[in-house]
């Protein structure tokens, strides 16, 4: 989505909202802490974030990394800076006429806006540049982009309105003399005439500066949004140095309140949160028509964070959780709107296994029959931790019951991970989570949950998803492994007990053979219901689904036995498992009984220990009771 639309639909909502900026990092390590930050971050509500462009294009393919993950994974609306510096022209031509993305790093301008329309990314923020490293002067290359003007131009050129394009605005141009003043705002005039949407300011720290200088914009006739930028003061010496290298004027008042605790850093912070935080709060409470603060992270977290809590700024639910799973932004997948349940914890996973889809399920109820999902053989399944990782987090279980405490303690949220999931456990997850540690105490070994809900508000911070002032529903469901034995016994108490007909179940073995008491097709277990729209409901249980999901959930278990040593007992305990025990997945449709769906878990738990205690196996006859 545009950023000129979102900050049009704030305006009409008379909402704040805000943005973080991001830089890529030199490393593909770094790039993978960040992204695990931006994911954190994303919960702090920001409307979109800005991700940064070298001079020369250094870090473009982490740049491109960034956009193309954020975009498609953590589905966050994504700006990238594009400069001038270093860009010859008939390299971006030469790209932005091919049907390829072109490879080469020093073509990184045109492969970046060819991905950035690959990925989803419609925003642009169009700069001339800094000087290369190691050169004090910026220059043109021979054939280049010799102003920002030329590279506004030229994209409008190649790509008509597809990009919303922002410009950089400098508040301190206020400081200059009349004669001055009048030419950079007579620069900024003509870039915006020639296809500018909106505008992203350098840091400021003197408001009555920057007001002033949206006065005089406006006065120049420039209409366009202003996004102020917004670098939180962390440390004193960051603090000096970015200023320094910024030429920012800096009022005396902070520097009287700052400079005395410049040698304590966590004063710094608490001093700097709250004069940056009045600042935000003069801008958007003068006249100016500005409703929005694009903040400057610098890849911290706890600075704005800092910010965000002391302007009382709280994320709104429909902001970070449009729907109650991730949404991808690429232009493929926008219109995505049901995704079966089974990855609810392996978003990466089923992206991948699903790029080639001819089409997504965009309906009430659908899936993809005819392209089916990605093999694994094709997309590759793995676990995340490394083996050093994941030793230190599940030890090295050597009996069933060494199994079922490692489920329990996720369960009750002591463990940060299992095979099964990428992440601790959901906070919807922590209402029933006392039940969950007791079904695997009793040997249901859960990878997958969630409660009944009957009709929650659509910001509740529980269960809330999707646009305010509507309401949302879940069937309780449940996904395990579960041993042959203690299956019969369960789905004896299921089948024979008439208070238990609203449930569902599929079971498949690891062989692949499958029995249900479901009906064909899909079954929503996640509503919607929102004011001005039809019933929206993105989740569901269906057969063609579980059966692709299968390979991945064994090959997952089989991944973790081969951590360990050939002959040790961990591999084969966890190898017995996954060669042995059945998967299953059970639905609850009465989703005005929170509770039922256990019922039948604890009666079988229930009846099979207490025949374990007693030295006798549990056996079903052909008429479905006990001996």
């Given at each position: 989505?545009?950023?000129?639309?979102?900050?049009?639909?704030?305006?009409?909502?008379?909402?704040?909202?805000?943005?973080?900026?991001?830089?890529?990092?030199?490393?593909?390590?770094?790039?993978?802490?960040?992204?695990?930050?931006?994911?954190?971050?994303?919960?702090?509500?920001?409307?979109?974030?800005?991700?940064?462009?070298?001079?020369?294009?250094?870090?473009?393919?982490?740049?491109?990394?960034?956009?193309?993950?954020?975009q498609g994974l953590i589905g966050i609306e994504t700006c990238m800076h594009l400069t001038c510096t270093n860009m010859p022209k008939e390299k971006v031509d030469i790209a932005l006429r091919a049907s390829h993305v072109v490879s080469t790093t020093f073509q990184g301008i045109s492969r970046f806006e060819q991905e950035a329309k690959q990925y989803g990314c419609r925003n642009i923020l169009a700069l001339r540049g800094d000087p290369p490293m190691g050169k004090d002067e910026w220059e043109a290359v021979e054939g280049g982009f010799v102003h920002g003007i030329d590279l506004v131009r030229h994209i409008r050129a190649e790509y008509g309105d597809y990009f919303d394009i922002a410009v950089p605005g400098f508040p301190q141009m206020q400081l200059l003399p009349p004669e001055e003043r009048a030419q950079e705002m007579k620069y900024l005039k003509e870039k915006i005439d020639v296809g500018v949407n909106f505008i992203f300011t350098q840091m400021f720290?003197?408001?009555?500066?920057?007001?002033?200088?949206?006065?005089?914009?406006?006065?120049?006739?420039?209409?366009?949004?202003?996004?102020?930028?917004?670098?939180?003061?962390?440390?004193?010496?960051?603090?000096?140095?970015?200023?320094?290298?910024?030429?920012?004027?800096?009022?005396?008042?902070?520097?009287?309140?700052?400079?005395?605790?410049?040698?304590?850093?966590?004063?710094?912070?608490?001093?700097?949160?709250?004069?940056?935080?009045?600042?935000?709060?003069?801008?958007?409470?003068?006249?100016?028509?500005?409703?929005?603060?694009?903040?400057?992270?610098?890849?911290?977290?706890?600075?704005?964070?800092?910010?965000?809590?002391?302007?009382?700024?709280?994320?709104?639910?429909?902001?970070?959780?449009?729907?109650?799973?991730?949404?991808?932004?690429?232009?493929?997948?926008?219109?995505?709107?049901?995704?079966?349940?089974?990855?609810?914890?392996?978003?990466?996973?089923?992206?991948?296994?699903?790029?080639?889809?001819?089409?997504?399920?965009?309906?009430?109820?659908?899936?993809?029959?005819?392209?089916?999902?990605?093999?694994?053989?094709?997309?590759?399944?793995?676990?995340?931790?490394?083996?050093?990782?994941?030793?230190?987090?599940?030890?090295?279980?050597?009996?069933?019951?060494?199994?079922?405490?490692?489920?329990?303690?996720?369960?009750?949220?002591?463990?940060?991970?299992?095979?099964?999931?990428?992440?601790?456990?959901?906070?919807?997850?922590?209402?029933?989570?006392?039940?969950?540690?007791?079904?695997?105490?009793?040997?249901?070994?859960?990878?997958?949950?969630?409660?009944?809900?009957?009709?929650?508000?659509?910001?509740?911070?529980?269960?809330?998803?999707?646009?305010?002032?509507?309401?949302?529903?879940?069937?309780?469901?449940?996904?395990?492994?579960?041993?042959?034995?203690?299956?019969?016994?369960?789905?004896?108490?299921?089948?024979?007990?008439?208070?238990?007909?609203?449930?569902?179940?599929?079971?498949?073995?690891?062989?692949?053979?499958?029995?249900?008491?479901?009906?064909?097709?899909?079954?929503?277990?996640?509503?919607?219901?929102?004011?001005?729209?039809?019933?929206?409901?993105?989740?569901?249980?269906?057969?063609?689904?579980?059966?692709?999901?299968?390979?991945?959930?064994?090959?997952?278990?089989?991944?973790?036995?081969?951590?360990?040593?050939?002959?040790?007992?961990?591999?084969?305990?966890?190898?017995?498992?996954?060669?042995?025990?059945?998967?299953?997945?059970?639905?609850?449709?009465?989703?005005?009984?929170?509770?039922?769906?256990?019922?039948?878990?604890?009666?079988?738990?229930?009846?099979?220990?207490?025949?374990?205690?007693?030295?006798?196996?549990?056996?079903?006859?052909?008429?479905?009771?006990?001996?």
């Amino acid at each position: 989505m545009k950023i000129s639309k979102k900050i049009e639909q704030a305006a009409k909502e008379d909402k704040v909202w805000w943005s973080f900026e991001y830089f890529p990092p030199r490393t593909a390590q770094g790039l993978q802490n960040l992204l695990d930050r931006i994911e954190r971050m994303r919960q702090l509500g920001p409307e979109f974030i800005d991700i940064t462009w070298n001079a020369g294009g250094r870090t473009s393919d982490l740049t491109s990394e960034l956009v193309k993950t954020c975009q498609g994974l953590i589905g966050i609306e994504t700006c990238m800076h594009l400069t001038c510096t270093n860009m010859p022209k008939e390299k971006v031509d030469i790209a932005l006429r091919a049907s390829h993305v072109v490879s080469t790093t020093f073509q990184g301008i045109s492969r970046f806006e060819q991905e950035a329309k690959q990925y989803g990314c419609r925003n642009i923020l169009a700069l001339r540049g800094d000087p290369p490293m190691g050169k004090d002067e910026w220059e043109a290359v021979e054939g280049g982009f010799v102003h920002g003007i030329d590279l506004v131009r030229h994209i409008r050129a190649e790509y008509g309105d597809y990009f919303d394009i922002a410009v950089p605005g400098f508040p301190q141009m206020q400081l200059l003399p009349p004669e001055e003043r009048a030419q950079e705002m007579k620069y900024l005039k003509e870039k915006i005439d020639v296809g500018v949407n909106f505008i992203f300011t350098q840091m400021f720290y003197d408001v009555d500066v920057f007001i002033a200088w949206v006065k005089t914009v406006r006065e120049a006739g420039i209409t366009i949004p202003i996004v102020p930028g917004i670098m939180p003061i962390q440390t004193w010496n960051g603090f000096q140095r970015a200023t320094s290298l910024a030429k920012t004027k800096i009022p005396q008042s902070f520097l009287d309140a700052l400079e005395l605790h410049k040698n304590n850093d966590e004063k710094v912070r608490e001093i700097g949160t709250k004069l940056v935080a009045d600042m935000c709060r003069r801008i958007l409470s003068a006249d100016i028509g500005i409703r929005g603060l694009h903040f400057y992270t610098m890849n911290l977290e706890r600075g704005t964070k800092m910010l965000l809590e002391e302007l009382n700024l709280v994320p709104r639910v429909e902001t970070i959780k449009p729907l109650p799973w991730r949404q991808s932004l690429t232009p493929a997948r926008r219109s995505e709107t049901t995704r079966p349940i089974f990855w609810a914890n392996r978003t990466k996973s089923y992206l991948s296994r699903t790029e080639n889809w001819d089409e997504y399920p965009n309906g009430r109820f659908g899936d993809s029959r005819s392209p089916a999902y990605g093999d694994l053989d094709g997309y590759g399944v793995w676990i995340k931790q490394t083996k050093e990782d994941a030793i230190r987090l599940w030890n090295r279980p050597a009996t069933l019951d060494d199994i079922k405490t490692l489920f329990k303690r996720f369960c009750k949220g002591e463990l940060a991970a299992l095979p099964w999931s990428d992440e601790g456990l959901l906070s919807e997850t922590s209402v029933i989570s006392d039940k969950l540690a007791q079904l695997n105490e009793y040997g249901f070994l859960t990878i997958n949950s969630q409660p009944a809900v009957d009709g929650a508000r659509s910001d509740d911070k529980f269960f809330g998803w999707g646009p305010s002032n509507g309401y949302v529903y879940q069937k309780a469901y449940l996904e395990f492994f579960v041993a042959p034995e203690l299956l019969d016994v369960l789905i004896r108490h299921i089948d024979k007990d008439s208070g238990m007909t609203g449930i569902t179940y599929h079971i498949i073995s690891p062989q692949g053979d499958l029995r249900t008491n479901a009906s064909d097709g899909p079954n929503a277990v996640t509503w919607g219901v929102f004011p001005g729209k039809e019933i929206v409901q993105p989740t569901i249980v269906e057969a063609i689904s579980f059966m692709a999901w299968k390979d991945e959930a064994y090959e997952l278990g089989r991944q973790w036995a081969k951590l360990y040593e050939s002959d040790s007992p961990s591999r084969k305990l966890i190898s017995d498992i996954m060669d042995r025990w059945l998967l299953v997945n059970v639905v609850h449709n009465d989703f005005k009984k929170p509770d039922a769906i256990f019922e039948p878990f604890f009666k079988a738990g229930a009846e099979f220990a207490a025949a374990q205690a007693n030295g006798h196996a549990v056996h079903v006859n052909g008429n479905g009771h006990a001996n």
